[in-house]
């Protein structure tokens, strides 16, 4: 039988090629477009050979709207695309707002309106629980309002999904919380070339001596010990989210909807650094530094939209996450 195609932009990237995996192992044709700005080709590497099998590639910009119609020429029989395709470091774009808006913004839509000529109808967007600024009830639901972003790369975010909004084609927006460890065989993850700023990543370069030690930001938070809260998802549960995702939409006459894509669950940064300590036998220097600008408290999810309408329940340990993490920390 003829496999269906799905457009994987960003296919290289950490959530992106564990996806292209999910796709594979339910029978999809992942075809992946990426620059390569800010990953690897051993992603694509690594995701070949889980699968045992080629995945067609287009190390094309996203932005670049004669690029992206010469890959709709060649690919006639896209379903539906998976939007990964970012810049995504939060501090950077506080820097550097222009680059995130260009590139973040301007991608979605060149592709929305190449996805209009081709007749392609139904999107995937990766969005973040960023959308919801810092909400004010917890755990914070699909119908939150978005509140003032923290961030120009959050702003991208709501901006990004407003758009599609607007657009006459079938969406579903998946607001990642946040997205921890690594699939089983450890061979994808994050290529990414930014100086990891995200927890886990950090605390794994200084379990591995990359780096010395690492500060907690802030100790007097209103929280369970003073740390931030926040609800890590094991990119596996993430990327079968997106399956979840795809066979809805491509089984839907019309929809656009929104759902949380988290544990439900709140963890302390602190309570982070225990369990990592613990489970992969190690001591972590740290120490408790100032907060950081723009952390919002405590975020978790409120999943039951997703686990009600889609089936989708994350499986994965919190164990495994943190495992994996430190081992393809250490296989860098
Ligand atoms: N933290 C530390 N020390 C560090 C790094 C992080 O204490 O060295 C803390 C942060 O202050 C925060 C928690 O660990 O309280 C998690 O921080 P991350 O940077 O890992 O993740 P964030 O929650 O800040 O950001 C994530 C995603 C973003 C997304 C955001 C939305 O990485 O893409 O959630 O809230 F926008």
């Known amino acids: ?20 995996v999910e796709l594979h192992n339910s029978g999809y044709r992942p075809i992946i477009v990426d620059n390569l700005s800010n990953t690897s080709l051993e992603n694509i590497k690594g995701a070949e050979n889980i699968i045992k099998n080629k995945i067609t590639f287009y190390e094309f910009d996203c932005t670049d709207e004669d690029q992206m119609n010469e890959l709709f020429e060649l690919e006639n029989n896209i379903e539906a695309v998976i939007h990964f395709a970012a810049f995504k470091a939060v501090e950077e774009s506080v820097r550097e ?17 190449i996805m209009k000529k081709y007749d392609v109808n139904n999107i995937i967007f990766s969005s973040s629980c960023t959308v919801y600024g810092s909400p004010d009830i917890l755990p914070v639901s699909e119908s939150a309002p978005f509140k003032k972003a923290e961030s120009p790369y959050g702003e991208t975010k709501q901006l990004c999904e407003k758009l599609i909004d607007e657009v006459d084609l079938n969406s579903i927006s998946l607001r990642y919380f946040n997205p921890v460890g690594s699939h089983d065989t450890c061979l994808i993850g994050d290529c990414s070339a930014d100086k990891p700023n995200n927890l886990v990543p950090i ?6 001596g990359k780096r010395n030690t690492m500060q907690i930001f802030g100790n007097d938070y209103k929280t369970i010990d003073g740390t931030c809260v926040r609800d890590y998802i094991h990119v596996v549960d993430l990327a079968k989210a997106h399956l979840a995702a795809l066979n809805h939409i491509l089984d839907s006459k019309k929809i656009k909807t929104a759902y949380n894509i988290g544990v439900g669950k709140g963890v302390s940064v602190q309570e982070v650094i225990d369990f990592f300590e613990k489970i992969n036998d190690l001591k972590i220097s740290y120490k408790i530094g100032p907060r950081r600008a723009g952390d919002v408290e405590e975020i978790y999810s409120d999943n039951t939209k997703i686990n009600n309408e889609l089936n989708w329940f994350p499986v994965m340990s919190f164990e495994s996450a943190l495992k994996t993490a430190w081992i393809w920390e250490k296989n860098k």
């Open 97 to 113: 707002p222009k680059k995130y808006y260009d590139n973040n913004i301007g991608s979605l839509e060149v592709l929305l309106k």
């Open 1 to 20: 039988m003829k496999k269906t195609d799905i457009l994987v932009t960003g296919g290289a990237g950490y959530i992106g090629s564990h996806t292209l």
């Open 203 to 208: 605390i794994c370069e200084v379990a591995g």
